[in-house]
């Protein structure tokens, strides 16, 4: 008898914090449409990294306005060239991304924009079948929150630019001693070139990879740029 009057009251407080974590998620979503993250699991576990080392965390948030278009543009080239149409989701690249890895050890990922910002805010780094079942809830949740002006200024803020470089600003001010609202389009895609891997993919000095998808991503620039939804996004 104990037993089954266990089991219901288990269940009832399962429900309870369920909902209240719900809740609270939702709540911190809303939020960050207006406020910036204090920290984020990736921020966390790169300060550690660097603990004891000669190296610096360096993190600075700025507004969308306070970007150059040139960067704004450059990461939509490199990362995502069709985030202004879709819902969060580039279905095509992710079925021609699971083509490809049945067939190769070299994994390619399908992330968009939204994406990496689900991942980078809320997750942590990592491949594994819950982390992803959570990114897809926080990008349909962010897509319908936040929309692509937030959802691209806030990838701006806290995507790794660097070993322990986080923001925009902060990798402008590390590589080239100024504000990310004055950087110029060849500054701007070598930014934008490091970030499938930031620490493989140095920009001061840059390594040659760097060096090789800078001058593609100049070309998907020049390409992207008369784009009447891109240019509505960078301005």
Not at 78 to 97: M, Y
Not at 210 to 227: C, E, F, G, K, S
Request: hydrophobic residues 45%; charged residues 25%; glycine residues 4%.
């Amino acid at each position: 008898m104990k037993l089954k009057g266990i089991v219901p009251r288990t269940w009832r407080l399962f429900k309870r914090i369920f909902l209240i974590l719900f809740v609270a998620q939702l709540l911190y979503i809303i939020l960050l449409r207006w406020v910036n993250p204090p920290i984020t699991v990736t921020m966390i576990s790169s300060w550690f990294s660097l603990w004891g080392t000669d190296k610096s965390f360096k993190r600075d948030y700025v507004n969308l306005d306070e970007m150059s278009q040139h960067v704004k543009l450059a990461v939509i080239a490199s990362e995502d060239q069709l985030f202004p149409d879709h819902d969060g989701f580039d279905f095509k690249s992710i079925e021609k991304a699971m083509k490809h890895n049945q067939k190769s050890k070299k994994i390619h990922g399908a992330s968009t924009i939204s994406q990496q910002v689900a991942k980078n805010v809320f997750l942590w780094q990592g491949r594994s079948y819950i982390r992803k079942g959570l990114e897809v809830y926080f990008t349909f949740m962010i897509e319908k929150i936040w929309g692509k002006k937030r959802i691209l200024e806030m990838y701006l803020n806290v995507a790794e630019m660097g070993e322990g470089v986080f923001g925009v600003e902060a990798a402008a001010q590390a590589n080239y001693h100024k504000p990310a609202a004055t950087l110029n389009r060849e500054e701007s895609a070598m930014i934008a070139a490091c970030l499938p891997n930031p620490i493989k993919y140095t920009v001061n000095p840059p390594a040659r990879i760097t060096y090789w998808r800078q001058r593609r991503i100049l070309v998907q620039m020049r390409n992207l740029a008369p784009d009447p939804d891109i240019a509505g996004l960078i301005k």
